[in-house]
């Protein structure tokens, strides 16, 4: 164990910095870090039972009704007893694309419901550790599919921000059905002053996971003119983050270089990935949606407007009193015929 010494607490911190961090750990708003109120410093571990040992986070596989047992190793750097609050609470993407965890009065429905501390807090003396048991009881009607959350710990007796905590990604038996959807597509198309020049095309879209599975998906972007011609492809689009069966991710992609076309079609491809709990990624099948849009080429609308004003004349024409199609040329041969008599 550290002694209590305020250079060994110090580097303690900053190992657990960069320790947490690695593990996704969490801390409410300000992504992982060690947590620390006015007494100390601590720092929160997976225990070493029939699991394994050394744990990044905890990843469990149960049949709805089963239940386990594990256990949170709590470590006190600081200098007095350290009393902290236990409790789990479900997992959300944040804006950010970052996983986040419910705060303790925000009600959680599924793993910080099926998650039970063996206390509602733990006091650890100075410079010791302390393991905090718990239980993962699924209810028998538990629906097949990956669920995230974690168990937090935060200082007992104050309300401020301070919390740390470890994921726990729990995948509840029976048929895993992945998917992810495009919806609200939308193309807006910004043209150029110039008629024979080249505008600026924006792809929106909301990126959301239909099945019961945790995805990531790779994202491809083009638009392209009548018949797939004039294709530009959008460059520099990162993965989506993990997402939570039912969450969404809205995009906004800039697409530069595309021509006046006047009708373009803007084309979203995601490509899927699916993580298991031995971070293996396996890719699932392609999802492509389209939708269209009008450009306004002052190129093509003056064409468009010429042809209009050619096809009007033509029909008033045609349309004058006495005009008749061929009517002059008998007209001619009357007149000759006049004359030679």
Known sequence: MPRPRKTTAALAQATAVVL???LG???????PAAAADGAGSWTVATASNDFGSGRQNYSYTINPGEQVEDGLVVANHGTTPLRLAVYAADGFTDKGGRLDLLTQDVKSTRVGAWVHPGGRDVTVPPGKSAEVPFTVTLPADAAPGEYLGGIVTAPAQAA?????GIRIRLRVGGELK?????ENLNVRYSGPSNPFGAGDATVTYTIRNTGNAILTARQAVSVSGPFGRSEVRAGGIGDTPQLLPGETWKVSVPVHGVAPLLRLTGTVTLLPLLTDSANSVAPLAVVETAAHTWTASWLILLVFVVCALMVAALAIRRRRPGHREGADIPEVANSAARSHA
Do not use: I, N
Request: aromatic content about 0%; cysteine-free; overall charge neutral.
């Open 20 to 22: 947490l961090t690695a």
């Open 25 to 31: 750990l969490l801390t409410a708003g300000a992504g």
């Open 160 to 164: 401020g921000t301070d919390r740390l």
């Open 178 to 182: 992945p998917g992810l959807s495009v």
